[in-house]
């Protein structure tokens, strides 16, 4: 059995296109609304820009004034640890010490004791 094609019937339709009729926007228009939006952007752009800078300004404002404060704690305390060590190294302090503690400045020469038989070695 062969197979018989079937064929449909060629109907011609026209596409149904719709024509609005409108007006086209000028060249001057066109200028304008570019240049409104490009002004728009360019504001829009200048104050964050503005914006960042004046937080950043007020940021480093902020550091120096805790580095200010930071600097006066830091020569406070040199100062107390500098006349602490004005006192420990005052030569007649150090000298009483020694005393009270029995050491003898290497220069000195040794006081003789009452005591004259030393044995030093022996092999």
Known sequence: ???????????QTSPRLRVIEGVR????RQVLNWTLVSTVICLATFGTSSLAGHVMVE?????GITAAKRLRAATA???VLTRQIE????DKDMNQWAIRNGFVAPELAPHSSGNQRVLVAQR
């Open 25 to 28: 926007p000028s060249t001057i």
């Open 87 to 90: 006192d420990l190294s005052n």
């Open 59 to 63: 940021r480093a404002r902020r550091d």
């Open 77 to 79: 305390a040199q100062a």
């Open 1 to 11: 059995m062969s197979a018989i094609p079937i064929t449909r019937p060629e109907i």
